[in-house]
């Protein structure tokens, strides 16, 4: 669990070129990051490519802080598992 984390935010602060330790739990990717939705949308296909998971775009609003974002990458991957 706490692994998923650390690679989510190591994963974020990569694309939006901060420090890991910056990316907090509950940091606000848009007001206190500066992330853009060009960002937003790149974080969105790197957790699909590095998972192998499909996140609706539709989800792109969730993804707000690291926790927000872990929430929504572990709800894909709890479907992945029942599929498989």
Not at 13 to 32: L, N, S
Not at 51 to 65: A, D, G, M
């Amino acid at each position: 669990m706490e692994d998923l984390e650390n690679e989510i935010r190591n994963l974020i602060a990569e694309i939006i070129e901060k420090e890991p330790r910056e990316v907090t739990p509950d940091a606000r990717f848009f007001e206190d990051l500066g992330v853009d939705s060009m960002m937003a949308l790149e974080i969105l296909a790197a957790m699909e490519k590095k998972y192998r998971i499909h996140i609706p775009e539709e989800k792109l609003t969730q993804l707000t802080t690291l926790r927000q974002t872990v929430a929504v990458a572990r709800e894909f991957l709890d479907k992945k598992g029942q599929d498989a």
